[in-house]
Nanobody, 126 residues
Framework: QVQLVESGGGLVQAGGSLRLSCAAS????????MGWFRQAPGKEREFVAS????????NHADSVKGRFTISRDNAKNTMYLQMNSLKPEDTAVYSC???????????????????WGQGTQVTVSS
């Protein structure tokens, strides 16, 4: 089992940047594929980005492509989401997720993940 803790959220003006971190407990972080999801008030949870166990393969939602970058440091048991050129519509609670499933493919669906963090609020003002 792994425990996930997000940090780095906050209030930022449109056009600004934030870097989210997801710290994982345990010694087997590299065995988990990882993802970021977000949920805005009154909206469904949506996929943001995912990364394979090695970090070689990444996927980003079209809505964030070119602005957000997912990465991981397996030596530090941490995953990151660098968010640039933020827009008010990026306002949401951002959660990280971990999957040990051999069936994990691109990680764009929430049901591909087994463990979730509590989330961190990102608010972008116009």
């Amino acid at each position: 089992q792994v425990q996930l803790v997000e940090s780095g959220g906050g209030l930022v003006q449109a056009g600004g940047s934030l870097r989210l971190s997801c710290a994982a407990s345990g010694r087997t972080f590299s065995s988990y594929a990882m993802g970021w999801f977000r949920q805005a008030p009154g909206k469904e949870r949506e996929f943001v980005a995912s990364i394979s166990r090695s970090g070689i393969t990444t996927n980003h939602a079209d809505s964030v492509k070119g602005r957000f970058t997912i990465s991981r440091d397996n030596a530090k048991n941490t995953m990151y989401l660098q968010m640039n050129s933020l827009k008010p519509e990026d306002t949401a609670v951002y959660s990280c997720a971990a999957s040990r499933r051999s069936t994990w493919y691109r990680g764009t669906q929430a049901n591909e993940y087994d463990y979730w963090g509590q989330g961190t609020q990102v608010t972008v003002s116009s």
